[in-house]
């Protein structure tokens, strides 16, 4: 009895619930139709997974594909794998204990470890709001042959765009990304037809090869690719916006919801997958089959789509997939933004205001090396930004798996056996791969 209790006092601490502007507000029918519940619950999960098919997920899969061809595959599979457990137990902690990961770690830790997770989060909301910058700069100039250095610029308007939408409700930004993520699907499936890719090739490319790990290059690559898929503060995000929705604060109720909220996260993955796969599995079929295995820069691969596939459009088509990539990224991220601050923190500010502060700092680098190095550069600098989010992933899947796995803050709902043994191995193999980057990146042999 007294572990319940520290589980429903765990989450009255928090006076203002996560994102209280749409706190439970999407019904759900309280008749027993699968398909009504379903929809009433779909949503969240495409949120999520646009941050595992974000510009950062072009520059390693380009990467990766150019210069393995497809035996980088097998990386994307075990990610998206690993996302889907991951994402699976944010969800079920805000389900649950009515809390976002950043209000659960407010309540749990010190001030001071709060703090340096608080610092540590955002530098990674910087380092994806950056990747999301050069992807939206490098698709105007493809579409449009605005500069660089003024497309950086165009960037800091997105800040009105999400504010409309912000205030016209929740669901209005579900349909918006659901509209991008659609427009992804069509240009890539495009993409895909045209290359012709060896279907033999992409099932061995599936099953993982040793050589992946033998190859330091191939490694950094992988770890980039771990990076660009299971994003760190999409564990924050889900975690707060499964609460938009109005099921009931019962055991019965949180069964049901984190039932449904499961399926909608894992369908929502598995098309991430279909997209994040498809990108390598074209730079492998064209670029790599071609000979051109140094293709490490997203305008040459644009340069590169059209003569080999012998399509006008097919150069169209991969840059408006980039636009529509990095504008669905920023509306996740700013809302990735807002939940941080006030979870961590405790500090609430005007929406339009965080995001301005969030873009200004991500800009000045991005605009620093646009006019110094101008677009090799910002290529690089998507790469390194990818490695800067898988760094920063094992500060927030630790506290994540930590709480999921404690009886006295989720009561029944507690991570079962194998999950939490398999959760433990996720959290040990990425923090492993982790540690071995920062020793390959100052130490090793690159």
Not at 40 to 55: E, N, R
Not at 187 to 213: A, M, R, T
Not at 396 to 410: C, Q, R, S, W
Request: proline share 4%.
């Amino acid at each position: 009895m007294q572990k319940k209790k520290s589980s429903i006092g765990w989450r009255k601490k928090n006076k203002h619930p996560s994102l209280s502007e749409v706190f439970s507000s999407i019904s759900v029918p309280k008749q027993k139709g699968i398909w009504k519940k379903l929809f009433a619950f779909t949503g969240p999960g495409l949120l999520i997974s646009v941050g595992y098919m974000d510009p950062g997920n072009w520059a390693t899969d380009i990467v990766g594909g150019s210069k393995f061809g497809y035996m980088l595959l097998s990386v994307i599979f075990i990610s998206n794998f690993f996302a889907m457990i991951l994402q699976h137990l944010a969800l079920k902690l805000g389900i649950v204990c009515e809390r976002d990961l950043a209000q659960a770690c407010r309540d749990h830790y010190t001030p001071l470890i709060n703090f340096i997770l608080w610092i540590l989060c955002e530098i990674a909301i910087s380092a994806c709001d950056l990747a999301e910058i050069i992807g939206s700069v490098l698709a105007l100039k493809l579409l449009f042959g605005i500069p660089i250095t003024w497309g950086v610029l165009i960037t800091v308007i997105d800040v009105l765009i999400i504010l409309f939408f912000q205030y016209k409700g929740f669901r209005y930004i579900e349909s918006v990304v659901a509209a991008l993520i659609f427009t992804i699907l069509i240009c890539f499936s495009f993409e895909i037809i045209s290359s012709k890719p060896e279907i033999f090739s992409i099932l061995k490319g599936i099953v993982p090869d040793p050589e992946i790990i033998q190859n330091s290059h191939s490694f950094y690559i992988s770890i980039g690719i771990l990076g660009a898929t299971v994003m760190p503060h999409n564990l924050y995000l889900h975690s707060s916006i499964i609460q938009t929705r109005d099921y009931p604060r019962t055991i019965e109720g949180k069964k049901m919801a984190i039932k449904y909220a499961t399926i909608d996260s894992t369908l929502s993955l598995s098309l991430a997958f279909f997209i994040n796969a498809a990108i390598l599995i074209i730079s492998a079929a064209t670029f790599h089959k071609a000979g051109h295995t140094e293709v490490a820069d997203i305008m040459d691969a644009h340069k590169l789509l059209t003569p080999i596939l012998g399509s006008s459009l097919a150069g169209v088509f991969f840059a408006l997939a980039l636009l529509a990539s990095g504008q669905n990224s920023t509306l996740t991220g700013t809302l990735s933004g807002q939940i941080v601050m006030e979870g961590f923190l405790n500090i609430k500010l005007k929406p339009w205001i965080r995001r301005l502060i969030t873009r200004l700092i991500a800009i000045v680098p991005a605009m620093i090396v646009s006019i110094v190095y101008g677009e090799k550069g910002t290529t690089e600098l998507l790469i390194i930004s990818q490695i800067i989010l898988s760094v920063q992933l094992s500060f927030a899947i630790v506290p994540l798996v930590n709480f999921t796995g404690d009886y006295e803050k989720m009561g029944p709902f507690v991570n079962g056996p194998i999950l939490k043994i398999s959760a433990w191995v996720i959290t040990i193999i990425i923090v492993f791969l982790n540690l071995f980057l920062l020793y390959d990146s100052f130490w090793g042999r690159r």
